[in-house]
């Protein structure tokens, strides 16, 4: 077989953070800021006809920022292992605590932003509340489809902040969306929207899926050192690019007793080995 120099070449701008479509995760998502914006959903082309994808993130686990839940790709996940030995405790303090492990979703969309054409689909992320109101707008009877390149309809986005804080203390934004009233093309020159719609970003290239066994690692760490962080980051606050958590005071309730672990490192390897011998799943 001969050697396939341009996937190579693509790997390496993988590796530099220079690829097309993917590489650079910055500069491939669009982080709108306070004020007002307009901008064009672009159907994926390896969605299944689907305008939105879901990813799930684990935050706050140590000093790591968030990254992706492996169970959601039918992969073995030690900290789902590890909730589901929680949850079936019966302890009210474990339960409590499995809200601090429980993965947050994430949604991404490709877009075309309105007065910054020249950079391309980017990606837009964004959490529940966002996508309810997008998934009634695609369903509205008035709009339809409105991420067609011909007939669809561009999305006005407000940002403000909001008067309210979140239970831990946090200051957010508030974000609205709503369908402009009349149906656009998403570029009047045809060349262009070809051109869009065939360099979407590949998400699966924006973001490194971890091993059982560095995550793992991880959660070995964080449990040892009595998982200092904050609670919970709210959803306008939980993004791609959380930052790791200040340590804190809230250990893991009664993690000792259950695991033995007395802060030894073989003992916490015990007690995955006990959960990783049990058939529960999410």
């Known amino acids: 077989m001969a050697l396939n120099l341009e996937a190579l070449k693509r790997k390496l701008d993988q590796l530099n953070g220079t690829a097309k479509g993917g590489g650079?995760?910055?500069?491939?998502?669009?982080?709108?800021?306070?004020?007002?914006?307009?901008a064009r959903i672009v159907p994926w082309t390896d969605n299944e006809g689907q305008p939105f994808k879901e990813r799930y993130f684990y935050y706050n686990i140590g000093s790591n920022?968030?990254?992706?839940?492996?169970?959601?790709?039918g992969k073995p996940d030690p900290i789902q292992e590890l909730i589901n030995k929680l949850r079936n405790t019966g302890d009210p303090k474990d339960k409590e605590f499995c809200k601090r492990l429980y993965p947050k979703m994430r949604c991404y969309v490709p877009v075309i932003v309105r007065g910054e054409e020249d950079k391309g689909v980017r990606l837009w992320a964004f959490g529940k509340m966002i996508y309810q109101d997008l998934i009634g707008i695609f369903t509205d009877a008035d709009f339809g489809d409105i991420s067609d390149p011909t007939d669809g309809f561009d999305i006005k986005i407000k940002i403000a902040p909001?008067?309210?804080?979140?239970?831990?203390?946090?200051?957010?934004?508030?974000?609205?969306?709503?369908?402009?009233?009349?149906?656009?093309?998403?570029?009047?020159?045809?060349?262009q929207a070809q051109e869009w719609l065939k360099n979407i970003p590949n998400l699966e290239e924006m973001?490194?899926?971890?091993?059982?066994?560095?995550?793992?690692?991880?959660?070995d760490s964080?449990?040892?050192?009595?998982?200092?962080?904050?609670?919970?980051?709210?959803?306008?606050?939980?993004?791609?690019?959380?930052?790791a958590s200040e340590p804190g005071d809230s250990p893991v309730p009664n993690l000792a007793q259950k695991t033995g672990k007395g802060n030894k490192k073989k003992d916490l390897d015990k007690a995955f080995d006990e959960l990783m011998s049990t058939d529960e799943t999410a």
């Not at 920022?65 to 959601?72: D, M, S």
Request: with cysteine; glycine share 6%; hydrophobic share 30%.
């Open 222 to 243: 964080w449990l040892e050192a009595g998982a200092p962080g904050d609670a919970p980051k709210n959803e306008a606050a939980a993004t791609e690019e959380a930052t």
């Open 162 to 191: 909001s008067p309210k804080k979140s239970a831990d203390g946090r200051s957010y934004n508030d974000t609205k969306v709503s369908c402009a009233p009349k149906s656009t093309k998403l570029c009047d020159d045809s060349k």
């Open 24 to 38: 650079n995760r910055n500069e491939n998502l669009w982080k709108p800021e306070l004020g007002d914006h307009r």
């Open 207 to 219: 973001f490194t899926l971890k091993t059982y066994v560095e995550i793992k690692a991880m959660v």
């Open 65 to 73: 920022p968030g990254f992706l839940a492996l169970n959601q790709f």
